[in-house]
């Protein structure tokens, strides 16, 4: 395990390197245990470096064998090998010269899955942030750009198949039962960009021709027999190559785009250049084993991915303290392209209800930052919801402020202006200020200010005047290290909606800039006045979600109802409907503490009814309204002293009363939502099997028989109804036979598919209650699970530690102490799939006193352990302060 440094790596020290990196030539000598890995790079000394400096190259747990420079063995007096670094002396002052490190792997050893390893018996590597400095001593820095020669050298019989980044040079025999493959990137990446596959693998083959009629190989390699799951990921990838060229004008660039499917992987998947590998989660799929949510991240993820050619590779980051850069903007991109591939609200609907269910606990939170922060220990830890998420949001607001037009027209002046370049956060919103001669300074505050802005509004009708008045008040709450905060430029989408349900049409506006549907917020508080306003109007405020902030506004029970039914903007709607179930649910919680059976009003289940049976709504939107907010949503909305017992009954009572009185809707959706043709896994058809699913939680609450439930599991044909029903089995009928035989048929059936295997994990792992727990120990003997594959974890552990708010953060703290004792152990082998566990208990501080003591002395246990991770102690740390 890398030993701690506890060292604090801050923007403001950046500083550009001594040296510049031409070429890098690899050679890999694969073997399981001594894989020799012979690195030679030309480097020249950067014009204006001091003629003394050393080339200091960084390195982790690296056996260095030879070093050379220009060919010749380095005198031991020359370098140093300090641990973390390899520091040489008396480089030349103005010619190039080439330096040759010999370093021997162990990539079968190798736990931590960055660098070097094996999955399955297939040699992958994972780079980005830091693991190529695991592969041998090299400027291991985005900064750095290099042009990348690899040769691969391995046992024909074992590894047939030998990738690297870029265009295949060459292939040919080498010796006794070996052979050699060599790897030419003509496009100069950082090494966090490298990539190398060999092994034994299927590959699926197509081809796209680009907008200049280029035609580019395309290839997916899936362990043998998982070729036909690879067909979607296929498809998703011809779709997205085709938007970036119509919607940003962005071609591909090589010969041939490579995509590998591991089973070990630490996140997602990765952009390597032409040479993406994926977590075979997010690659494989058909009816039979993936579920609609399935397919919808697989073509999220290969568009994500494939996108990062441009916003990421062609252009990447200077440092990592600029990682939102490649990353908001790429998720923002995604976005946008699964928006014009599905429905457009819909996926909004999701992409905030993710947004609020991740980035808001943590901006609100020990673990908030800013979307650029300026200071980490351990860059791993900032793969958060906060650079991503949130990162795309700011995007996306660049985009409503500036308009569609100039938008684009921005981001053409950044893809020219910083092509082939490394590029800062500054550099890209400059391009948007030069295109639209706006000051964007106020703006970028959403970059270095962390926590969600809350915005209190309040209004005003003056009938006599025809005059409607807005105030809205602004406050960024403290978060760590940043006490105070300066007032943001929020820019909010609205609408007036008049009494008949029409728009008002903005005639003149006073107290601030409103630009066609946007009003922008930039002083602390503000009061817009709209003149010529006929009737009293309802403020729709915030349509489309256009600020990723907290809106503090007590609208009544009726304007609540008249934006559901009468908002042209379809988030707007589900919005209110949101706004609507919020407090039937906080009153649910307080009457439930105080020892009273919950209460709710009809008007809300009323309202929320007649969406789910307005047929001019389509199916997924009708899904996503009955959803209901999160318990998560719910403890947020509470803010302090959570009792997620309460919590929990509180939902459920909601979602009882709701089936009740819905009890005929529910069983009509449930029969005309049905469909006898083969499954497809376009948006439409996935949304008429969202509404008929949940019809089916709603009508299992009405009856609290576990019979349909039961029956809709031994008739599904797909993945999406048959993991559905099981979960309505599992959650709420836990102890029925009915539920204990489809467990077991289900396991039997998917006995040799671990994907498959991880739901059936994940099910039992949120069965909400105080027997999770030990239901999710037990799971852990299972022989399906293994401890070792970050898939299995996440899908057990830590599916209950973030799903299962009620079973996680039980009463008696048994939850977070077996999470330590978790963390305590992953940590030994894998620091990054420990530390995301951790992040669990992000937001321990908002529970009751009982359960948040509890929570702290896991906290502390893990903090007060010797030998942790730099990773771990980094959460630890922060979640303690
Ligand atoms: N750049 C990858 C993406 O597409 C994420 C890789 C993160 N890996 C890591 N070990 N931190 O989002
Ligand atoms: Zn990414």
């Known amino acids: 395990m890398r030993t701690e440094t506890g060292q604090v790596f801050t923007l403001a020290d950046y500083k550009p390197t001594d040296f510049i990196l031409e070429r890098i030539d690899l050679t890999f000598e ?97 780079c980005e942030a830091e693991g190529f400095r695991r592969i041998t001593y090299a400027y291991d820095r985005p900064d750095a ?41 003509p496009h100069p990446k950082p090494s966090y960009l490298f990539a190398l596959v060999a092994g034994d693998l299927g590959v699926v083959e197509d081809t796209f021709t680009t907008m200049s009629g280029r035609e580019v190989a395309l290839k997916i390699y899936v362990e043998h027999g998982k070729e036909p799951r690879a067909a979607y990921a296929m498809d998703a990838l011809k779709r997205s190559m085709h938007w970036d060229e119509e919607v940003f004008g962005r071609e591909y660039d090589l010969d041939i785009f490579m995509i590998v499917a591991v089973s070990d992987f630490n996140m997602g998947a990765m952009e390597n250049k032409g040479l993406n590998i994926f977590n075979d989660k997010y690659v494989l799929a058909d009816p039979e084993t993936a579920t609609d949510a399935d397919f919808a991240n697989i073509e999220a993820i290969i568009a994500h991915e494939y996108f990062h050619n441009w916003t990421g590779n062609r252009i990447t980051c200077r440092d990592w303290f600029q990682l939102c850069l490649k990353e908001g903007l790429t998720v923002y991109r995604d976005h946008e392209f699964s928006a014009d591939q599905r429905s457009r609200a819909v996926k909004r609907i999701t992409e905030v209800r993710h947004l609020k269910s991740e980035q808001f606990p943590e901006d609100a939170g020990p673990l908030a930052h800013p979307v650029r922060p300026t200071r980490y220990k351990e860059i791993n830890n900032f793969y958060t919801s906060t650079v991503y998420e949130k990162g795309s949001e700011v995007t996306r607001m660049i985009a409503t402020i500036l308009g569609r037009e100039t938008f684009k027209q921005g981001m053409d002046l950044y893809f020219e202006r910083h092509d082939g370049k490394a590029a800062t956060i500054e550099d890209f919103v400059k391009c948007f200020e030069d295109v639209s001669e706006r000051d964007l300074g106020q703006f970028s505050r959403w970059y270095h200010q962390a926590g969600t802005p ?96 907290n809106v503090d506004y007590t609208l009544t029970t009726e304007d609540l109802t008249q934006i559901a039914v009468h908002d042209r903007d379809l988030f707007a709607r589900w919005q209110a409907l949101n706004s609507l179930a919020l407090p039937e649910l906080t009153g649910a919680v307080k009457a439930l503490r105080k020892g009273d059976a919950p209460t709710f009003n009809p008007a809300f289940i009323a309202a929320l009814l007649a969406a789910a049976a307005d047929e001019d709504l389509e199916p997924a939107f009708r899904a996503q309204a009955l959803a209901l907010p999160s318990e ?36 009509n959706l449930f029969e005309t939502m049905s469909s006898s043709a083969p499954f497809k896994p376009d948006a439409a058809s996935a949304g008429k099997r969202a509404l008929r699913n949940t019809a089916l939680t709603y009508l299992s609450f009405a009856d609290n028989d576990p019979t349909l439930a039961r029956e809709t599991f031994d008739k599904a044909d797909n993945m999406t109804d048959l993991s559905h029903a099981l979960t309505v089995l599992a959650h709420h009928y836990p102890d029925s036979a009915e539920t204990a035989e489809a467990l077991e048929a ?118 007060s352990s010797a030998s942790l991770s ?12």
């Open 454 to 549: 809350l915005v209190s509004v309040s209004t005003e009708y003056d009938a006599d005047q025809q005059e409607f008045s807005v105030s809205l008040e602004q406050i960024v709450p403290p978060t760590p290290g940043q006490a105070r905060k300066e007032p943001m430029h929020i820019p909010l989408k609205f609408g007036l909606i008049l009494p008949n349900g029409n728009e008002a049409e903005l005639d003149g506006v006073t107290g601030g800039d409103v630009t066609e549907d946007v009003l922008h917020l930039t002083e602390r508080s503000q009061t817009f006045t709209f003149t010529n306003i006929p009737a009293r109007p309802v403020l729709s405020l915030n349509r489309g979600f256009s600020a990723p902030i």
């Open 870 to 881: 730099v990773d771990v102690r980094d959460i630890a740390e922060r979640m303690l302060q």
């Open 746 to 863: 289900f396991a039997k059936r998917f006995e040799g598919n671990p994907l498959v295997l991880d739901k059936w994990f994940a099910i039992q792992a949120t069965t909400p209650g105080p027997d999770a727990l030990d239901r999710v120990k037990s799971l852990m003997e299972s022989p399906r699970f293994n401890a070792g594959n970050p898939n299995r974890v996440r899908a057990l552990i830590g599916t209950f530690a973030f799903s299962n708010l009620s079973g996680f953060a039980r009463a008696d703290g048994a939850g977070f102490a077996f999470l330590a004792d978790q963390v305590l152990d992953i940590d030994t082998r894998n620091p990054q799939l420990a530390s995301r566990l951790l992040t669990s208990m992000r937001s321990w501080r908002m529970l009751e006193p009982q359960r948040a003591e509890y929570a702290k002395r896991a906290l502390a246990k893990i903090d």
């Open 30 to 126: 694969l073997h399981p245990l001594e894989t020799k890995v012979t690195a030679r790079s030309l480097f020249h000394r950067r014009p204006g470096a001091a003629t003394d400096a050393p080339l200091i190259l960084d390195g982790d747990e690296l056996v260095m064998t030879s070093l050379l420079l220009d060919g010749i063995e380095l005198a031991r007096d020359r370098y140093e090998e300090t641990g973390r670094h390899l520091v040489i002396d008396g480089l030349p002052e103005e010619i190039a010269f080439e330096i040759t490190v010999e370093t021997m792997l162990a990539p079968a050893n190798n736990t931590q899955l960055m660098g070097l390893y094996r999955s399955n018996g297939v040699y992958c590597t994972q």
């Open 145 to 185: 750009l290099g042009v990348y020669t690899v040769h691969i050298i391995a046992d024909k019989a074992t590894c047939p198949v030998m990738l690297s980044n870029g265009n295949c040079i060459g292939k040919a025999g080498y010796g006794e039962g070996k052979h050699f493959a060599s790897w030419f990137d």
């Open 632 to 667: 998560s949503d719910l403890a947020r909305e509470i803010g302090a002293n959570n009792d997620p017992d309460a919590n929990l009954v509180a939902r459920l009572s909601l979602l009882n009363a709701i089936g009740l009185t819905g009890r005929k809707i529910f069983a």
